[in-house]
């Protein structure tokens, strides 16, 4: 039974850390009028029939703090790179001039610059609203195990290091979401 818990409590922690590694692949993804190749993650390109992460199939990086630079392996995925990057819906035009593809990062306005901060607490409550998940069904299972005859000042102690992880976890995102609001609303 001891096991059982223990068990548990590892794989909500698990749980917890996959919820702030998740977070930040959403943070990363919400523009802040700075160039930065982490906007591109998560675009798939089709590459000999398959869907290929862009980074894959090209050399990604910044020429300067507003243009994002992206030379393909073979000249013949620009089309395609292109195409990918429209279809991602990010609100961003890729150029192509044979070679490479660049793509400009307009400066953000006062209300997109509110806008993105407002995507960001969002998507921060929906990582709080995992780990609030995570945590019932530990405490759930904890008191299953205690009525049927864990110690119950053990689950006590559990249900108490499982808080402790809950608040742990919740303090990293609220911090997360501080530094990406205050990069979106720097100038």
């Known amino acids: 039974m ?30 802040t009028g700075k160039a930065s190749p982490s906007i591109l993650s998560g675009i798939f390109v089709e590459y ?10 090209s050399n990604i990086g910044t020429a300067d703090a507003r243009t994002i630079t992206i030379q393909p392996w073979e000249k ?5 790179i292109e195409q990918a990057i429209f279809a991602a819906n990010l609100g961003l035009t ?8 660049r793509i400009n990062i307009p400066p953000l306005t ?9 995507q960001a607490k969002k998507v921060g409550e929906e990582a709080k609203i995992g ?11 904890i008191k299953k195990e205690v009525k049927d005859g864990y110690p119950e000042d053990l ?11 809950v608040n742990d976890s919740t303090e990293k995102i609220n911090k997360m ?11």
């Open 155 to 165: 689950g006590k102690r559990r249900e108490g290091e499982v808080q402790a992880a």
């Open 131 to 141: 780990l609030r998940t995570a945590r019932q069904k530990a405490m759930d299972t």
């Open 2 to 31: 001891s096991d059982d818990i223990n068990d548990l409590i590892e794989m909500t922690q698990i749980d917890m850390d996959e919820t702030i590694e998740h977070l930040d692949k959403e943070l990363r993804k919400i523009r």
């Open 48 to 57: 000999y029939g398959n869907p290929t992460p862009i980074g894959q199939v």
């Open 110 to 118: 006062e209300e997109r610059r509110k806008s993105l901060v407002k």
């Open 76 to 80: 013949g995925m620009l089309a395609n």
């Open 177 to 187: 979401i501080e530094a990406k609001e205050k990069d979106i609303m720097t100038i």
């Open 94 to 101: 890729p150029m192509n001039d044979g070679e490479y593809i």
